[in-house]
C-alpha cells in the first residue's frame, strides 16, 4: 500500500538561509513523486516531479529534490529561502501502476522570518 | 492553454440543502480528481474520473458523489449538508496516464451555515 508522511508539520527559516522540507514514502510499485505548494486560498502548483529518470530533480524558483530509494525519501530543497517562499508545500506519490492512485502527504508549513 | 477552471469560486449554503460543483479540465486531459481541504483533516481525496468512469474513490459518505461528462468536464455534487462539509474543494485534471502531474483548479470554497 502506498503512503506518504511529512516529518514535519511546520518548518521556520531565516530569509537567505537552507529550506529542508522532509518526505518519506512507501509504495508497492514503481512510483512518480511530486512536490506541490499552495499560497492561502489558492490552488496547488506544481514545483517538481521525479519519475524514475534522474534522481535529483530541479523545479521551478530554485527549488530542488533527491529521489533516495534506499531511504525511501525524497527531500525537498532550496539553497536561500525567500519571503515569498512562505506557503504549505505537499510531498505526493503517485502508484503508476493498477488504478494511478495519488496520496498527499499532510503538508508542512513554510515560515520565513525576515 | 487554459488552466483548470472551477465555478463557482465561492459558495454559501445552508444545513440540509445541496450543493453541485463544476470542473473545467485542461483541453486533452481525460482524468478528473476531487479533493476536500479543511484546516482539521487537511487535503483529502474524494474521488477520480477518467473517461466518464470513476476509477478511484476515497472514505466520504455516499452524499458526496460525481460524474464526468464525455467533454471531460466533471461536477460533484453533496446532497444533505452539514457544517463539516464547509470546506475548500479543489479539482485536479491530468492525463491519467503513468508518471504524469495533476493541475489543480483555484478551488471553490463551500461555507454550510
Known amino acids: 500500500a502506498q503512503s506518504v508522511t511529512q516529518l514535519d508539520s511546520h518548518v521556520s527559516v531565516s530569509e537567505g538561509t537552507p529550506v529542508l522540507l522532509r518526505c518519506n514514502y512507501s509504495s508497492s510499485y514503481s512510483p512518480s513523486l511530486f512536490w506541490y505548494v499552495q499560497h492561502p486560498n489558492k490552488g496547488l502548483q506544481l514545483l517538481l516531479k521525479y519519475t524514475s529518470a534522474a534522481t535529483l530533480v530541479k523545479g521551478i524558483n530554485g527549488f530542488e529534490a533527491e529521489f533516495k530509494k534506499s531511504e525511501t525519501s525524497f527531500h525537498l530543497t532550496k539553497p536561500s529561502a525567500h519571503m515569498s517562499d512562505a506557503a504549505e508545500y505537499f510531498c505526493v506519490v503517485k502508484d503508476n501502476a493498477g488504478g494511478f492512485k495519488t496520496i498527499f502527504g499532510a503538508g508542512t508549513r513554510l515560515f520565513v522570518k525576515a | 492553454k487554459a488552466g483548470v477552471t472551477q465555478t463557482p469560486r465561492y459558495l454559501i449554503k445552508t444545513r440540509g440543502q445541496q450543493v453541485t460543483l463544476s470542473c473545467s479540465p485542461i483541453?486533452?486531459?481525460?482524468?478528473v480528481s476531487w479533493y476536500q481541504q479543511t484546516p482539521g483533516q487537511g487535503l483529502q481525496f474524494l474521488f477520480e474520473y477518467f473517461s466518464e468512469t470513476q476509477r478511484n474513490k476515497g472514505n466520504f459518505p455516499g452524499r458526496f458523489s460525481g460524474r464526468q461528462f464525455s467533454n471531460s468536464r466533471s461536477e460533484m455534487n453533496v446532497s444533505t449538508l452539514e457544517l463539516g462539509d464547509s470546506a475548500l474543494y479543489l479539482c485536479?485534471?491530468?492525463?491519467?496516464?503513468?508518471?504524469?502531474?495533476?493541475?489543480f483548479g483555484q478551488g471553490t470554497r463551500l461555507t454550510v451555515v
Open positions: 483541453s486533452g486531459h481525460r482524468s
Open positions: 485536479a485534471s491530468s492525463p491519467g496516464r503513468p508518471n504524469t502531474e495533476a493541475f
